[in-house]
């Protein structure tokens, strides 16, 4: 059982476009994250959600707008896509004192915008 | 501003060899970790360091921490080609992570 699962895996689509990336993990963590990656591997928060509340809301676009309906979940809308958007989405999980509260990441959503 | 730094950036290093990745923090925090991440893939933990002095060892790598240098090391003993990949450095604060711009590391035979 994959632990947290993200779909799709690659994303191709024009400019102006909306779409949504889901994730869901089944560890029973307690906190869910979004991360983005740049074409230089830079790893920059986005989002955290705690138990479907958000607690960490970095200088990101409103064009992006997470939710979370349950504890499991944690989706990424974006509106109005641009070329800048184009990168890796990671969706992760942790739960802190547990296994000292690492993260735990999906395989990543490859979003490429033409 | 936390701040977590790594150097090198980028290694390349001829099997056989030792080598140590450093990573620098800006602020003092709850933990650190240390994660892998191959080409095209997602990241996996390697070390969780949750106290001044703690070292950890897998294989070929082993993770050090000293708080009042705000200092990290990864080592790499005896590199082989199966530990090309790219290393983040990782702080903790609360449930807030913040990642170094990793270390990409290329083992040539």
């Known amino acids: 059982d994959t632990a947290v699962s993200q779909t799709p895996k690659y994303l191709v689509t024009q400019m102006g476009n909306d779409k949504s990336i889901k994730c869901e993990q089944n560890?029973?963590?307690?906190?869910m994250y979004w991360y983005k990656q740049d074409s230089k591997k830079f790893l920059k928060i986005m989002f955290s959600y705690n138990n479907k509340e958000l607690i960490i809301n970095e200088t990101v676009p409103n064009r992006f707008s997470p939710k979370s309906p349950d504890k499991a979940h944690l989706n990424l809308h974006i509106n109005s896509l641009e070329l800048g958007d184009s990168a890796v989405y990671f969706c992760?999980?942790?739960?802190?004192?547990?296994?000292?509260?690492?993260?735990?990441f999906g395989e990543g959503s490859r979003l490429t915008v033409l | 501003e936390l701040k977590v730094e790594q150097n090198p950036l980028f290694l390349s290093m001829q099997e056989g060899k030792n080598y140590t990745i450093y990573c620098n923090y800006s602020?003092?925090?709850?933990?650190l970790y240390w994660y892998r991440q191959d080409p095209g893939k997602s990241l996996e933990s390697l070390f969780v360091l949750l106290s001044n002095g703690a070292v950890k060892q897998e294989g070929r790598l082993m993770a050090s921490l000293d708080t009042k240098a705000r200092l990290s090391t990864l080592h790499i003993t005896a590199a082989v080609h199966d530990l090309s990949a790219t290393y983040f450095c990782?702080?903790?604060?609360?449930?807030?992570?913040?990642f170094g711009p990793g270390t990409r590391l290329s083992v040539l035979p």
């Open positions: 602020t003092t925090s709850d933990r």
């Open positions: 992760a999980s942790s739960q802190e004192w547990e296994k000292a509260g690492e993260l735990f």
């Open positions: 990782v702080r903790s604060y609360g449930q807030n992570f913040v």
């Open positions: 560890l029973g963590h307690d906190t």
